[in-house]
């Protein structure tokens, strides 16, 4: 609660004057460094390790942004943050860019005073259950207990199912992921509900045995999440909002890691040409040098490869593609053409 | 006259600061296009809360959902607040007792208690619950009328038949029965509210306890021996001399103690029980209110402690020395 009170404080205590347009990139630059709001740890999206080092799909998103702005990946400042803490702290300038699993809606776009950027992962909320209790569907849980976070989508979601189906489920509300996931794993409930992909990180994490534990098979809602920023920078906006396209476009276009310095020497294919720019200044165009998608994908990969490190099938987590595919492979994946 | 003018001065200085910042924060929210306002408070909440001792469900309003929180913190406040005033008063009266065990005990206690973080004990007390209770599949039962489990404690109650209230023959236990989810009908309490009242309850009481103590032992030592050279027993001159006069030390302090259980409740929301803080915390996050939301807690609290500060002074003017 206290980062809100603070984050409050310095609504109060702002200059007025402070909100032009542009000052969100101009303060970056002047720091030499971008804030990035996180999770406070969800596996395979933005977790730290024993050293302090964070990755995961999110980070990898605010590493790409750091490397084009400001030519290296690592002029980063991780900010960890509880789920209700993020608005207020995105709001009140504590951060730049909110890359922490967050679902678009319209209340949060519309009412808010933060504008979304670009789609980086498609999710939908999920129900687990113990494999022992023998439930195959998410509707046999007349009456069950679930488990779930607060200050997500997930819990209106839940009360819409559980209307829906008359099913009385009852919620018991945490504020913090892991003492969500701690009373879930005593046995308090006996559902767990939040986006899928956070289902399978915290099997992955905390069940002692991850077999014990099932993911049902409904998806109870459409959980597009992205980075968010604040209102009020465009330039901001569209620098966020074209590097995720970018890394869309390097993997569709096969630009990977590893041969993205070889194919901006030899390649001849005039849209790989024009993404690393060596054809065309896309750069310039967003206020920034020719290189920047270039310097984006050699510090962290294109899409595909961002995922299948991070949350992939070989990960821990342990997601298949499905609905991250590009639309060239049936996915949903479709971006903005950069020209 | 001049301290009248410096003190007008000040409270006008005091005022303007604080419309300002207010002034100032609506203009800033305003200009990043962040919303603000009450209207918000007739919007369809939208969310379930777990327990409830109004009817409540997704469809009513969020004002409705904080009445619901906020009974939920009165609920533990006032529960709490009867039990560590009984048990602080034993544990006060075991340290100043005769026997060398009760003492060292009670002491321990008051030791342990005070000195280990509030939200710790919480967790503790909730871990315990919800680790070393059975499932609600195999609850340990008393008669098939008590269960007690991972899913909390419940009992029978007593409802009305068809007939309503005044259809005294339709009266009839309602028992527990297990289900396919845990345990319905009856009543029941959560292992969030159990673990949430016995640990305010335990922590509190160390501090009353010490309160305790102190009022007794503020007593003069002429009145005890007064009182035991005109034949009163040791209970006689505790429930008529020691206890009457360390009252009017104890209240005082006591309120504070009452203050802060009140106050303390707010940590519940990290076991996830529904108080005022969690319904204000989700709510804040559906409609990004967070300015508003965060008022609503301040003042709430304000008048929960104004006003057991006001019925505790009334109670202490009642016990005061007259002066006549």
């Known amino acids: ?38 999770s406070t740890g969800v596996p395979g999206f933005s977790a730290a390790d024993s050293q302090g080092r964070w990755t995961g799909l999110d980070v990898d998103i605010g590493k790409a942004v750091a490397a084009a702005l400001l030519g290296d990946a690592n002029k980063v400042k991780w900010v960890p943050l509880a789920s209700q803490q993020r608005f207020t702290a995105l709001q009140s300038g ?78 018991v509300v945490f504020d913090k992921f892991d003492a969500a996931n701690a009373a879930y794993f005593a046995g308090r409930c006996q559902v767990y509900t939040t986006d899928t992909s956070g289902l399978a990180s915290v099997r992955a994490k905390d069940a002692k045995d991850p077999k014990e534990h099932l993911i049902l098979p409904e998806l109870i809602s459409k959980e597009p999440l992205g980075p968010l920023v604040r209102r009020g920078d465009d330039e901001w906006l569209a620098i966020v909002r074209w590097v995720v396209n970018g890394l869309l476009e390097a993997e569709e276009n096969g630009i990977t890691q590893a041969n993205v310095d070889q194919l901006k020497a030899d390649s001849t294919d005039p849209v790989v040409g024009r993404l690393l720019g060596k054809t065309e200044d896309t750069g310039k165009l967003l206020g920034l040098d020719r290189d920047w998608l270039a310097r984006a994908i050699k510090a962290v990969g294109n899409y595909g490869e961002i995922y299948e490190r991070n949350v992939g099938e070989k990960t821990p987590v342990g997601l298949a593609r499905g609905k991250n595919r590009l639309w060239t492979d049936g996915g949903l994946h479709y971006a903005l053409p950069l020209r | ?71 939920n913190t009165l609920r533990v406040a006032l529960l709490g607040i009867l039990l560590c005033t009984l048990l602080g008063t034993l544990v006060g009266l075991g340290r100043l007792s005769h026997n060398w065990l009760l003492r060292a005990l009670c002491r321990a206690y008051v030791e342990l208690f005070r000195n280990v973080p509030l939200l710790v ?24 009328a008590l269960f007690l489990s991972k899913a909390g404690l419940a009992f029978p109650t007593l409802v009305t038949g068809a007939g309503g209230w ?18 319905e009908g009856g009543g029941a309490l959560s292992p969030e509210f159990i673990a949430v009242t016995l640990g305010l309850s335990c922590y509190t009481a160390a501090f009353v306890a010490e309160v305790v103590r102190a009022g007794l032992r503020s007593v003069p030592h002429g009145q005890i021996e007064a009182a035991q050279s005109v034949g009163l027993s040791r209970r006689q001159t505790l429930r008529l001399v020691t206890g009457p006069l360390a009252l009017r030390v104890i209240l005082p302090p006591l309120t504070n103690q009452y203050l802060n259980l009140t106050k ?17 915390n989700t709510t804040l996050n559906q409609t990004g209110r967070a300015v508003e ?30 002066e006549r």
């Open chain 2, 1 to 71: 006259m001049r301290a009248l003018l410096w003190q007008a001065l000040a409270l006008i200085g005091l005022l303007a600061g604080l419309l300002w910042l207010v002034h100032n924060t609506q203009v800033n929210m305003a200009a990043r296009g962040i919303q603000s306002g009450w209207d918000f408070l007739g919007q369809t909440a939208g969310f379930d809360i777990g327990e409830q001792l109004i009817a409540f469900d997704a469809g009513d309003s969020l004002a409705r959902a904080f009445l619901v929180g906020l009974l």
């Open chain 2, 121 to 144: 004990q919480l967790l503790v007390w909730y871990l315990l619950l919800v680790e070393y209770l059975p499932d609600s599949a195999a609850a340990w039962s008393w008669r098939d």
């Open chain 2, 264 to 280: 303390n409740s707010s940590l519940a929301v990290a076991i996830g029980y529904p108080d005022l803080v969690s319904i204000a």
């Open chain 1, 94 to 171: 504590e951060v730049d860019v909110l890359s922490r699993n967050t679902t678009v809606t319209l209340t949060r776009d519309a009412s808010m005073g933060l504008a979304f950027t670009a789609i980086a992962f498609y999710d939908g909320q999920g129900f687990m259950v113990p494999a022992k209790s023998k439930v195959k569907s998410a509707k046999q849980l007349k009456g069950a207990t679930v488990c779930v976070q607060s200050g997500t989508t997930s819990e209106k979601n839940l009360a819409d199912f559980s209307r829906t189906y008359k099913l009385n489920l009852k919620p």
């Open chain 1, 1 to 38: 609660m206290k980062p809100i009170r603070l984050s409050i404080l310095a609504l109060a205590l702002a200059g007025i004057t402070s909100a032009h347009a542009g000052k969100t990139l101009d303060t970056i630059k002047q720091r030499d460094q971008i804030a990035v709001g996180v």
């Open chain 2, 293 to 322: 939301c965060i008022a609503v807690i301040m003042l709430v609290y304000l008048a929960l402690s104004l006003l057991t500060a006001a019925l505790m002074a009334v109670f202490n003017r009642r016990v005061a020395l007259k």
């Open chain 2, 166 to 183: 005044n259809d005294w023959s339709a009266w009839h236990w309602q028992l527990p029965a297990l289900q396919d989810f845990g345990i």
